[in-house]
């Protein structure tokens, strides 16, 4: 089992940024993947993008593509969403998972961290 903990959401101006972090704890080892999904209310879950654990390449979605940086540090088992040029379509409640080498799906998520954008 992996383990999940964000933080670092809030309410923020459209143009302002922000940095998430999701410290994750457990079996860790087996960590292949780590990404963040975003929701909006009344919308789809949504990917936002991935980093390799070993390694660091990243992969974004093209609605974040240029403004969302995703990082990590090994040491610290933390990954961090940096987001900026924010807008207020980003404004969704942000989620960091996990999933190992095997399969599409990301079975560890976190709890979620509220972002707001005002306008």
């Known amino acids: 089992q992996v383990q999940l903990v964000e933080s670092g959401g809030g309410l923020v101006q459209a143009g302002g940024s922000l940095r998430l972090s999701c410290a994750a704890s457990g079996s860790t080892s087996s960590t292949y993947y780590m990404g963040w999904f975003r929701q909006a209310p009344g919308k789809e879950q949504e990917f936002v993008g991935r980093?390799?654990?070993?390694?660091?390449?990243?992969s974004y979605a093209d609605s974040v593509k240029g403004r969302f940086t995703i990082s990590k540090d090994n040491a610290k088992k933390t990954v961090y969403l940096q987001m900026s040029s924010l807008k207020p379509e980003d404004t969704a409640v942000y989620y960091c998972?996990?999933?190992?080498?095997?399969?599409?799906?990301?079975?560890?998520w976190g709890q979620g961290t509220q972002v707001t954008v005002s306008s």
């Open positions: 998972t996990a999933k190992g080498i095997l399969g599409t799906e990301y079975p560890y």
């Open positions: 980093i390799k654990w070993s390694g660091g390449s990243t």
